[in-house]
């Protein structure tokens, strides 16, 4: 397998994506706002060593998202130290999962595993989401494990079924109820397309329900009563609020954790078309080429299974790129039905496209965006941490991060003139520390960004 591998031109490109991606875990700042607060929220877990409840600061439970990825940044932090590595490396090891499930069930399937893996490798939400620290890669997983288990289990291999309902436990445990909606989405659709009016009768008898559904509730149930236990309230936020409201009121205001995005309905599928290039692009011009046929049994599972996150967020407003991404596996799938050998050397040079964009992105993203996104460069001016950080008016997640939790916030200048001896000051850029009406202090500009400045303010050094 491994000789296949490195004799193949897709191969090759496969093994740079993730190399690729693998070297630049390291090589940046976790950026505001999403990378920044999780990986906060995994440092706190690992500092208070409340692996239960993840926490959007000290004492404050986040219910907007399950845990699995806290444990996943947190576990690896843990263990390899407090690091942007250690915090990313575990969301780059679900992808490879994910691609090591993919290839073998193209395989499983009688297409080519190493061009499953290649597109998917290759697609820019995928190598995006594959390394940082989000939810979504987890989601991901647990799609890819219940729409595989599925498939299998519909083929006749009835103990394959529990591993879709593992599947749906990951899922639970990463981004909640909504990983059974998509499932429903693609599963649903295709029995129907297979089986007409006698569908349910087919899934009865091909899958465990019963058996497999208590297996789901034993992996993720306890979960969910412990920490409506822990903190009650979170069931009623979470499933109403996160999971309905978010989605059917724009710019839903219940938000305890952020503001809603609040996007025209219909977006998602611009979303998928930008987020999964090149191949977005490829599959359309494939399709016309050579899959203008009856399709197979698999090419409408693999299409139901892609367009299930878009016919979900097709009329909702608070919706992100990301949302597309579970049904990503599925587009590599398709590709991989339709390609044939000869066709190897073109795809080769298309995935090409991706390794060769991450580079660039990622010197990019060191060398310019990082310091415009995080506070991380920004706090590295302060000589050490003897004196208390304030940020005015607003606090960076990166600024909570990378002060190790020391950041506090002042709401206005009134708070801070409050605050006596020495201390760090970060103000939005354009504010003069002149003019916050502070007395008897004297303030001196460490360094600048272009949102933020760190100033550092005595109170022994009187104004002139």
């Not at 046929?293 to 990301?322: D, E, H, K, Y």
Request: glycine letters at 10%.
């Amino acid at each position: 397998m491994i000789a296949r591998v490195i004799r193949s031109p897709l191969g090759w490109v496969l093994l740079l994506a993730l190399a690729v991606r693998l070297i630049s875990l390291g090589v940046y700042p976790l950026m505001d706002t999403t990378e920044a607060r999780y990986g906060n929220m995994a440092r706190l877990m690992v500092e208070t060593g409340n692996w239960l409840t993840p926490q959007f600061d000290l004492g404050v439970p986040f219910w907007g998202k399950p845990p699995l990825h806290t444990w996943m940044s947190a576990g690896s932090a843990a263990t390899l130290g407090m690091s942007e590595f250690a915090l990313r490396l575990p969301h780059w090891l679900a992808g490879v999962a994910v691609l090591a499930l993919m290839a073998l069930f193209a395989r499983r399937q009688g297409l080519s595993g190493l061009v499953c893996a290649m597109v998917l490798a290759t697609c820019v939400i995928f190598a995006i989401a594959a390394g940082a620290v989000m939810t979504d890669i987890a989601l991901t997983l647990g799609m890819t494990l219940a729409m595989v288990g599925f498939y299998l289990g519909w083929q006749g291999r009835y103990r394959a079924g529990y591993l879709g309902f593992v599947g749906l436990a990951v899922g639970l445990l990463a981004k909640g109820p909504l990983v059974i909606v998509l499932v429903g989405l693609a599963v649903v659709p295709f029995l129907i397309w297979q089986h007409r009016l006698s569908f349910l009768k087919v899934l009865w008898q091909r899958f465990p329900l019963v058996g497999g559904t208590a297996a789901m509730l034993v992996v993720a149930a306890p979960w969910y009563l412990a920490a409506e236990q822990a903190t009650p309230g979170f069931l009623n936020y979470f499933l109403v609020g996160e999971h309905f409201l978010r989605f059917v009121e724009s710019g839903w205001q219940g938000d305890l954790y952020g503001s809603a995005h609040d996007q025209p309905r219909g977006t998602i599928w611009v979303f998928w078309l930008m987020s999964a290039l090149p191949w977005s692009l490829v599959l359309p011009g494939l399709w016309w080429c050579k899959g203008r046929r009856t399709l197979t049994p698999l090419q409408v599972f693999a299409l139901c299974w892609m367009v299930s996150p878009m016919v979900l967020f097709t009329f909702a407003g608070n919706i992100l790129p990301a949302y597309v991404l579970p049904g990503v596996p599925a587009l590599a799938l398709l590709v991989a039905s339709m390609a044939e050998e000869k066709d190897q050397r073109w795809l080769s040079a298309t995935g090409m496209v991706l390794p060769l964009l991450l580079t660039a992105a990622t010197l990019v993203l060191h060398f310019k965006v990082g310091e415009e996104r995080s506070d991380k460069a920004l706090l590295a001016q302060a000589p050490g941490w003897n004196q208390p950080l304030y940020y005015l008016g607003k606090r960076t997640f990166s600024g909570q991060y990378y002060s190790g939790g020391r950041a506090e916030l002042v709401a206005d200048a009134d708070e801070l003139a409050f605050k006596s001896g020495d201390y760090f000051l970060v103000l939005p850029s354009g504010r003069n520390w002149r003019d916050l009406g502070l007395e008897n202090r004297h303030c001196v500009q460490l360094a600048s960004a272009r949102k933020r400045s760190l100033l550092e303010c005595r109170a022994d050094v009187a104004l002139d």
